[in-house]
C-alpha cells in the first residue's frame, strides 16, 4: 500500500522516515523492478551512499515513492524506462566540446536526464516536467549536460517538426554566447559521427 507523506512540517525527519520505510521493505519491489541511473542516484542519496542536501534527498524520495504511486490508476503519472534508455544512449554519442569526444556522464547527470525525460503523464504521455534546475558549481558539467538536452529536444523530440525553436538564456550576454557556440559546436561533430547519421 502506497502512503502520504508530508515534508512542510519544521521538525519532519526525512531521514528517519526513509530508514524506518526501507527496513520494512518499502521500496524493494521498486529496487529490483528499477535499475535506471535516476532510481540508482536516489537510492544512494537516500541511503547515504552519495552526500546530497536536502532538497535532492526530498526530490530523491519523491521519485521513489511516486514509483509506487504510479502503480495506482488515480496517479496521473508513469515512469518511462524506454525514454531513460533513449536519452542515456544518445548521451553516450554527445561530444564534450573540451575533448571533441564522448565522455561517461557521472550518475547525478545521467539522473537528472532520466527524471527530465523519463516521468510522462498517463493521459497524453507528455513530459511531467517542463523544466529543470540544475544548480552545480562551476566547470562541473552543466554546459555538457544542457547540450545534451537542448540537442535531444531539438534532433529526437522534435524530429517530426519543422518550426521548432532552440532558446538559450543566461544572466549575461557572454556567458549565453559562449554556452551556444558549445552547442554548434557539438552539433557540428554530431553530423560528422558516422553512428550518428546511421
Known amino acids: 500500500m502506497v502512503q502520504e507523506f ?4 519544521r521538525n519532519t525527519n526525512l531521514d528517519k522516515i526513509f530508514q524506518q520505510l526501507d ?4 521500496f524493494d519491489e521498486i529496487k529490483s523492478k528499477y535499475r535506471d541511473p535516476a532510481t540508482v542516484y536516489c537510492y544512494r542519496v537516500l541511503t547515504g551512499q552519495q552526500l546530497a542536501c536536502k532538497t535532492i534527498k526530498l526530490a530523491a524520495f519523491r521519485h521513489l515513492n511516486d514509483l509506487k504511486r504510479s502503480t495506482e490508476d488515480k496517479f496521473p503519472y508513469y515512469y518511462d524506462l524506454d525514454k531513460c534508455r533513449n536519452i542515456c544512449n544518445f548521451a553516450r554519442m554527445c561530444p564534450d566540446v573540451s575533448q ?3 565522455i561517461p ?4 547527470q545521467q539522473a537528472i536526464l ?3 525525460q523519463g516521468w510522462r503523464t498517463k ?4 513530459k511531467r516536467f517542463e523544466r529543470c534546475m540544475v544548480s552545480v558549481a562551476r566547470t562541473n558539467g552543466k ?5 545534451i538536452l537542448i540537442l535531444y529536444a531539438y534532433l529526437v523530440e522534435a524530429s517530426d517538426q519543422f518550426n521548432a525553436d532552440l532558446c538559450y538564456l543566461a544572466p549575461v550576454d557572454k556567458q549565453s554566447k559562449k554556452s551556444w557556440r558549445y552547442i554548434k559546436q557539438t552539433f557540428n561533430s554530431l553530423q560528422e559521427m558516422l553512428d550518428f547519421v546511421n
Not at 508530508?6 to 512540517?9: A, E, G, N, W, Y
Not at 554546459?143 to 547540450?147: D, E, Q, T, V
Open 6 to 9: 508530508d515534508f512542510t512540517q
Open 100 to 102: 571533441n569526444k564522448p
Open 23 to 26: 527496513g520494512k521493505g518499502y
Open 114 to 116: 532520466c527524471l527530465s
Open 143 to 147: 554546459s555538457y549536460l544542457l547540450n
Open 105 to 108: 556522464l557521472m550518475i547525478w
Open 123 to 126: 493521459e497524453d504521455k507528455q
